[in-house]
């Protein structure tokens, strides 16, 4: 998860949807020696007529048959039901699923895997399937995660989908580090919004992390700001090995978490980013405040005005469907009655 420095803890949140959250449709993805399967997932009981519609990879693209009806949750999909047979490279490729309209294709999904730009998972054994899946917390963030035990026309499973990080922290002379901690970021029901959850290393400077099979961030402590690991692919029923080597003269070791609110106007990072259909956009207000967030592209024009309006003190989190837009740099900005604050982020389609 890209998630730079939360210091909003313990703290009442609201959550705002400027536009509705995407309905993605790409679940679950499976190549093997006999070919690929690709489940589409529609939640929402509408009945999508795939006339017209197209799928693309980085060296191939093939419409699909007329005639086929997207009327259930798990619908998968494979060259039979194509006009054409589609080529998708299992060591890397990047799946972009198009809808026809009256006179033109518009974006509606992509997964991108493998040794690509901006792959969001590594290439799937052929015993694996590639699913999707949605974070339990306010940001509904959506990540990949690979699954020895395939679910294809029924609803995604993780029963044999988690592995296991051995963490290892030393200081620069390769002693272990005791009651290290190491941050990773979760909300689960109960939490309080913006709680770090986090976990710390024994007498020997180890800890075994589980975790489902994807690419994770962790984070730690230095010179008082949060600092990512290198990112770290979890694979299915298996152990990898991490060595973290600190400074300690740069880093503070604590025997439990650290919490802090926070007195300022915060703006954060954008959550994720890069991102290429939507994000989050988080921040703090130290009192009750009339609150404009303003997206402009690279030039400095007004593309949209996500939200106006009073808000309370504390923090929140405003959704940014970027759906119509095109890829490249924009601005957002957060204007009170006695400040502004903005920071850039990019939209990648």
Same mark, same amino acid.
């Given at each position: 998860?890209?998630?730079?420095? !939360?210091?909003?803890?313990?703290?009442?949140?609201?959550?705002?949807?400027? #536009?509705?959250?995407?309905?993605?449709?790409?679940?679950?993805?499976?190549?093997?020696?006999?070919?690929?399967?690709?489940?589409?997932?529609? %939640?929402?009981?509408?009945?999508?007529?795939?006339?017209?519609?197209?799928?693309?990879?980085?060296?191939?693209?093939?419409?699909?048959?007329?005639?086929?009806?997207?009327?259930?949750?798990?619908?998968?999909?494979?060259?039979?039901?194509?006009?054409?047979?589609?080529?998708?490279?299992?060591?890397?490729?990047?799946?972009?699923?198009?809808?026809?309209?009256?006179?033109?294709?518009?974006?509606?999904?992509?997964?991108?895997?493998?040794?690509?730009?901006?792959?969001?998972?590594?290439?799937?054994?052929?015993?694996?399937?590639?699913?999707?899946?949605?974070?339990?917390?306010?940001?509904? #963030?959506?990540?990949?995660?690979?699954?020895?035990?395939?679910?294809?026309?029924?609803?995604?499973?993780?029963?044999?989908?988690?592995?296991?990080?051995?963490? !290892?922290?030393?200081?620069?002379?390769?002693? %272990?580090? %005791?009651?290290?901690?190491? /941050?990773?970021?979760?909300?689960?029901?109960?939490?309080?919004?913006?709680?770090?959850?986090?976990?710390?290393?024994?007498?020997?400077?180890?800890?075994?992390?589980?975790?489902?099979?994807?690419?994770?961030?962790?984070?730690?402590?230095?010179?008082?700001?949060?600092?990512?690991?290198?990112? /770290?692919?979890?694979?299915?029923?298996?152990?990898?090995?991490?060595?973290?080597?600190?400074?300690?003269?740069?880093?503070?070791?604590?025997?439990?978490?650290?919490?802090?609110?926070?007195?300022?106007?915060?703006?954060?990072?954008?959550?994720?980013?890069?991102? #290429?259909?939507?994000?989050?956009?988080?921040?703090?207000?130290?009192?009750?405040?009339?609150?404009?967030?303003?997206?402009?592209? /690279?030039?400095?024009?007004?593309?949209?005005?996500?939200?106006?309006?009073?808000?309370?003190?504390?923090?929140?989190?405003?959704?940014?469907?970027?759906?119509?837009?095109?890829?490249?740099?924009?601005?957002?900005?957060?204007?009170?009655?006695?400040?502004?604050?903005?920071?850039?982020?990019?939209?990648?389609?």
């Amino acid at each position: 998860m890209k998630l730079k420095t !939360f210091i909003l803890l313990l703290l009442t949140i609201n959550i705002l949807s400027a #536009n509705p959250i995407i309905d993605y449709l790409i679940n679950e993805l499976k190549i093997d020696s006999t070919g690929w399967y690709l489940e589409l997932y529609n %939640p929402w009981g509408t009945e999508y007529n795939l006339d017209g519609w197209r799928i693309t990879t980085l060296t191939d693209t093939a419409c699909f048959r007329t005639g086929i009806i997207l009327d259930t949750v798990f619908f998968v999909i494979s060259n039979d039901d194509l006009t054409a047979d589609l080529k998708i490279n299992k060591e890397g490729d990047k799946i972009t699923l198009f809808e026809k309209n009256e006179s033109d294709f518009f974006w509606r999904d992509e997964l991108s895997f493998g040794n690509v730009e901006y792959s969001e998972i590594i290439s799937p054994e052929d015993h694996q399937s590639i699913c999707r899946a949605e974070e339990n917390n306010p940001w509904q #963030n959506i990540f990949l995660y690979l699954d020895n035990s395939p679910t294809l026309g029924s609803e995604n499973d993780t029963t044999n989908a988690f592995g296991y990080v051995d963490f !290892f922290v030393s200081d620069l002379s390769d002693n %272990p580090i %005791p009651n290290f901690e190491i /941050i990773y970021f979760w909300v689960q029901p109960g939490y309080p919004p913006f709680t770090s959850l986090s976990f710390f290393t024994d007498h020997a400077g180890k800890y075994m992390y589980k975790g489902l099979a994807r690419w994770k961030d962790f984070y730690y402590k230095k010179n008082g700001k949060n600092k990512s690991t290198p990112r /770290i692919q979890i694979l299915c029923e298996d152990t990898v090995s991490f060595h973290l080597t600190v400074d300690t003269t740069l880093v503070k070791i604590i025997s439990e978490p650290e919490n802090a609110i926070s007195a300022d106007y915060l703006l954060n990072q954008n959550y994720p980013n890069p991102f #290429n259909n939507s994000t989050n956009i988080v921040y703090y207000l130290p009192k009750n405040e009339y609150v404009e967030i303003i997206i402009y592209n /690279i030039s400095g024009k007004e593309i949209t005005k996500l939200y106006e309006g009073m808000q309370t003190q504390g923090g929140h989190v405003i959704f940014w469907n970027t759906f119509g837009l095109a890829s490249g740099e924009y601005i957002y900005s957060l204007t009170t009655s006695s400040t502004r604050l903005s920071k850039k982020c990019l939209l990648i389609k």
